[in-house]
Structure formats: C-alpha cells, structure tokens
C-alpha cells in the first residue's frame, strides 16, 4: 500500500485536479466548457494487479488497493486513478467502501452473498418478514456490514492522512445505497412486480419506510465521507453529481409509465425534499417514462449506465430545455467515436469511454479526439 500511494502522490497534478472538478461542475450548470469531461475506463497496465473481490470484501486494505487501481478491473475495464494520474483524463478521483447492493438492505437483515469471485448479491426476507419491519417503523441503522463500510471509509482516512496531494485529491464517497425502489426488490424479490395490482397499500408502506430510512443512511454515510466538492456537487459513482446522493432505480425500467408517476416519482421526491436534491441512476430504457421523470420534483441530475439504449435525441432536446444534466454517461470507445454524442451535449453532461486497453485512452488524450 505505502509503495502504490508514494507512487500516486509523485504522479499527482493537483492544477490538472482542480481543473477537472472545475470543467464538471461547470457541465452540471449548463455552462460553456473548452470540452465536456470525459473519464476513461480501462483495463489495468502492468505492474499494477488487484485481487481478486472475494478477498477485497473481507479486506479493507486489498478493497482499498483495488479501488485506487481500478475496482472493476478483476473482471474488466474501470475507471482508475493510476490511470487517470498517468494520462490525466477527466476521472474525479475517488475511492468507496465497496460491499455491493447489499449494504442498506442489511439494515433489514438481508445478507450478501459472494459466489466465486462475483460481486455481491442478496436474497430476499420474504413478505412475513418485510410485514414485520413495516410494523416496527425505521430500522436501527446498524448491521455487520455497514459496519465494515464505516471501518473501511475510517482506514481510508488513516492511511491517506501521510500523503497531502492523495489526501487533497482523493474523495471517499459515500458507498452504494442503491434506492428505496431498488432495495424494495432485493428485499422482496420479483413477487414485487405483481403487489402493485395485489397489495398497494402495503406496497406503499414498505416503500415509504425504506425512503425515510434511505434518507437517514445516505446521511450517516455522507457525514463520514470527503465527498463534497462544493455546495450541492458531491463526488459519487466515479464522476461528479449534483445534489446530496444518487438514487439507482434500475428496476423501474421495467414499469409502465402510470405505475412509476404512482408509485415511484412521489418516492423519490420524498428523499430528495429532505436532502434537498439528488439525482437518479438507471441501467436499460426507460424511455417510456421520460416525462413522467422529468417532472420529478428536486432531481438536479441523471446518470446513464446504457444511454445506447435510449432515444438520445429525444432526451438531449428535453434536457437541454429543462437544464437538467447528466452526471455520468457510458458508451464503449467504437460508439462513442462513431456517433460522437458530444455533439449533442457538448455541455451538461460528462462521459466514461470503455477503452480495450489503456495506450488507447492514452492515444485519445494525445490526440484531442476527447
């Protein structure tokens, strides 16, 4: 640890830094940028190796060499601060405690499970259970392994504390929360898709719980992390955000748009009038929703895992009318150079490109072409 961090610390740019920081905030305003910000993920170079996750998660000191590396690379290209010290792309540098999708359901005592050296996954209470929690109202906010996240972000602290350019540069965002929606189907499973017809009124009892209790995680995480980089912009997801936390709502792809106006739109709101704003994740479509999330009232930012996948167009013409930005957008380096998606948000939005290797990230630096 001590050699890969002395490493960082005389490769660190603390200009190049503030520059980055600077060129994202002004993109989630709406504002002229020389370019939008773009972040590479790449597979690691030689000598650098991370290990395996299964090690990771019951490690803090191999998570954390993993995190500063590349903490996907086990299983393919990531965003990296060794690589983004060496080729000085537009990664806003950070690290997380990362324990899975299971982190805030253990709250509720689901239990995470690591088969191989897959991420974590968890296994729904069943509805006696969840019937249960509703009963007894907000969770005491203690579990093993949110635990284990609050130990691993005060080692974080620790061990960068001897390095002032990594201790200055390097964010520990809050972990991954995941959203009351999304934490809802890791508790209850798939069965959940048929309660909104079988049992609303109970439905809306869970998820009012879960979004009271999401608020007051997200907010016992934050308060132990570095993630602020100015009012109302915190470092999170591997870019910039803006707003106080990032709901995932990847299962709401799946819903019609009266469902999500009735059901998930008023959750969200609910956390984000108490954190004040926020933005929301989502993996897949979701198309046939657009304006019913557009209507979201306090969402200061989305963030895009497949934007492949949607009408882009369609959803930069509303962006742009609404100032809305997006966070994050992913794209493989063949389509983001083909259809150049720049074009069509030259600002208001930031970019990770997947590279095959890291001479190519380096070569598209070098180059101007992002």
Same mark, same amino acid.
């Given at each position: 640890?001590?050699?890969?961090?002395?490493?960082?610390?005389?490769?660190?740019?603390?200009?190049?830094?503030?520059?980055?920081?600077?060129?994202?905030? *002004?993109?989630?305003?709406?504002?002229?940028?020389?370019?939008?910000?773009?972040?590479?993920?790449?597979?690691?170079?030689?000598?650098?190796?991370?290990?395996?996750?299964?090690?990771?998660?019951?490690?803090?000191? *191999?998570?954390? =060499?993993?995190?500063?590396?590349?903490?996907?690379?086990?299983?393919?290209?990531?965003?990296?601060?060794?690589?983004?010290?060496?080729? *000085?792309?537009?990664?806003?540098?950070?690290?997380?405690?990362?324990?899975?999708?299971?982190?805030?359901?253990?709250?509720?005592?689901?239990?995470?499970?690591?088969?191989?050296?897959?991420?974590?996954?968890?296994?729904?209470?069943?509805?006696?259970?969840?019937?249960?929690?509703?009963?007894?109202? =907000?969770?005491?906010?203690?579990?093993?392994?949110?635990?284990?996240?609050?130990?691993?972000?005060?080692?974080?602290?620790?061990?960068?504390?001897?390095?002032?350019?990594?201790?200055?540069?390097?964010?520990?965002?809050?972990?991954?929360?995941?959203?009351?929606?999304?934490?809802?189907?890791?508790?209850?499973?798939?069965?959940?898709?048929?309660?909104?017809?079988?049992?609303?009124?109970?439905?809306?009892?869970?998820?009012?719980?879960?979004?009271?209790?999401?608020?007051?995680?997200?907010?016992?995480?934050?308060?132990?992390?570095?993630?602020?980089?100015?009012?109302?912009?915190?470092?999170?997801?591997?870019?910039?955000?803006?707003?106080?936390?990032?709901?995932?709502?990847?299962?709401?792809?799946?819903?019609?748009?009266?469902?999500?106006? &009735?059901?998930?739109?008023?959750?969200?709101?609910?956390?984000?009038?108490?954190?004040?704003?926020?933005?929301?994740?989502?993996?897949?479509?979701?198309?046939?929703?657009?304006?019913?999330?557009?209507?979201?009232?306090?969402?200061?930012?989305?963030?895009?895992?497949?934007?492949?996948?949607?009408?882009?167009?369609?959803?930069?013409?509303?962006?742009? &009318?609404?100032?809305?930005?997006?966070?994050?957008?992913?794209? *493989?380096?063949?389509?983001?150079?083909?259809?150049?998606?720049?074009?069509?948000?030259?600002?208001?939005?930031?970019? =990770?490109?997947?590279?095959?290797?890291?001479?190519?990230?380096?070569?598209?630096?070098?180059?101007?072409? =992002?």
């Amino acid at each position: 640890m001590t050699q890969l961090l002395e490493w960082i610390e005389e490769r660190i740019d603390l200009d190049h830094v503030a520059a980055v920081e600077e060129r994202h905030i *002004k993109a989630l305003q709406w504002e002229p940028v020389d370019r939008p910000p773009v972040t590479f993920s790449a597979p690691v170079s030689e000598p650098f190796v991370v290990y395996p996750y299964a090690q990771a998660f019951h490690d803090s000191a *191999k998570m954390m =060499v993993n995190e500063l590396i590349g903490p996907y690379a086990a299983m393919g290209p990531s965003p990296s601060i060794v690589n983004s010290v060496l080729i *000085k792309d537009d990664y806003p540098l950070q690290i997380r405690a990362f324990y899975g999708v299971g982190l805030f359901v253990s709250f509720f005592g689901a239990k995470s499970e690591i088969i191989g050296d897959n991420f974590p996954w968890t296994q729904p209470i069943g509805l006696e259970t969840l019937k249960r929690h509703v009963a007894r109202g =907000v969770p005491e906010l203690k579990s093993e392994l949110s635990q284990r996240a609050l130990d691993t972000m005060a080692y974080y602290k620790e061990v960068l504390a001897p390095y002032p350019k990594c201790r200055q540069a390097i964010h520990i965002t809050q972990p991954d929360l995941q959203g009351p929606f999304e934490n809802a189907v890791h508790l209850w499973g798939s069965d959940i898709f048929t309660a909104f017809y079988d049992c609303p009124d109970f439905l809306r009892e869970l998820l009012d719980l879960l979004a009271e209790t999401w608020v007051l995680a997200c907010r016992k995480f934050a308060a132990e992390s570095t993630e602020t980089a100015r009012e109302d912009f915190i470092y999170l997801h591997f870019t910039i955000v803006k707003g106080k936390g990032l709901l995932k709502d990847d299962s709401t792809v799946m819903l019609s748009p009266q469902i999500y106006s &009735e059901f998930i739109r008023p959750l969200n709101e609910k956390v984000f009038h108490a954190l004040g704003t926020g933005g929301i994740h989502w993996c897949g479509n979701g198309d046939q929703w657009r304006s019913k999330l557009m209507d979201t009232k306090g969402l200061a930012c989305i963030d895009w895992g497949n934007p492949d996948m949607i009408d882009l167009p369609a959803w930069a013409t509303i962006l742009r &009318e609404r100032r809305l930005p997006v966070a994050r957008m992913e794209w *493989k380096s063949n389509v983001f150079s083909e259809i150049v998606p720049a074009q069509l948000f030259p600002t208001g939005a930031s970019f =990770v490109v997947m590279v095959d290797d890291f001479e190519q990230a380096r070569a598209m630096v070098q180059n101007g072409t =992002v």
